[in-house]
């Protein structure tokens, strides 16, 4: 059973672009969260999806939003990008969302801001 | 709010020794689940354990061991006879406030960078 896909693996960008990021979870599941990981504030949630609508979001700015398309798959988008925002961008996939089930990871978006 | 904290921001030991990750967890849910996660140095996080709050049985698993006592609030996370491919940076994770239906987000400890030198 293929795991958790995100796509790019690895990308740079400069300061007031826009980015937007991919997640495919496992086949079958219908959750999506999305987690920023930074050295200085450690892994972070930013948010939920399940059935194409957002359950759950962390303290981010606006600029940080996503959205589930019918096929489970999720985007994470950032706009006006500020340097702080270079951090691996981490996707978990899960089978219902409900709080109790494991939350399989994907290998992460390494997002620099220059 | 919910908090983990995982004090010990790096561990080194020497292969064959024991080793214990601690975690201490803050929350105010009465139901709520704890998680232990391995990060190697290539990124991805790999599910180690899922305990819930009404389950305070220790568990083992292989060379691992999990020791979840609800009176300190504390889920910590012991390696017995360490292997270098036990290197890595171990995160311990708490559930949030259940809010219908969705699955929480996950509040992450610090994590340990835990070295196993040969």
């Known amino acids: 059973k293929a795991g958790v896909t995100q796509t790019p693996r690895y990308l740079i960008k400069t300061r007031g672009q826009q980015v937007t990021l991919s997640c495919s979870p496992i086949s079958g599941h219908r959750s999506v969260s999305w987690y920023q990981q930074t050295p200085g504030q450690g892994l972070q949630f930013l948010f939920e999806?399940?059935?194409?609508?957002?359950?759950n979001k962390g303290n981010f700015p606006g600029r940080f939003s996503g959205r589930q398309f019918s096929n489970s798959r999720s985007e994470m988008n950032v706009s006006t990008l500020e340097l702080g925002d270079s951090a691996l961008y981490l996707c978990a996939s899960v089978r219902s969302g409900g709080r109790d089930n494991e939350q399989f990871f994907g290998p992460g978006t390494r997002l620099t801001v220059l | 709010a919910q908090k983990v904290t995982q004090a010990q921001t790096e561990i080194s030991v020497v292969e064959k020794e024991d080793v214990t990750l601690d975690c201490v967890y803050e929350?105010?849910?009465?139901?709520?689940?704890l998680f232990w996660y391995k990060q190697p140095p290539s990124g991805e996080l790999v599910f180690l354990i899922r305990r819930n709050s009404f389950d305070e049985q220790n568990e083992i698993s292989g060379r691992y061991s999990w020791n979840f006592q609800k009176s300190t609030s504390s889920f910590n996370f012991t390696i017995t006879a360490s292997q270098v491919v036990d290197s890595a940076v171990y995160f311990c994770?708490?559930?949030?406030?259940?809010?219908?239906?969705?699955?929480?987000?996950?509040?992450f400890g610090k994590g340990t960078h835990l070295i196993i030198q040969p």
């Open positions: 999806y399940f059935s194409e609508t957002q359950r």
């Open positions: 929350t105010r849910d009465t139901t709520y689940y």
């Open positions: 994770a708490l559930s949030g406030q259940y809010s219908g239906g969705g699955a929480d987000g996950l509040t």
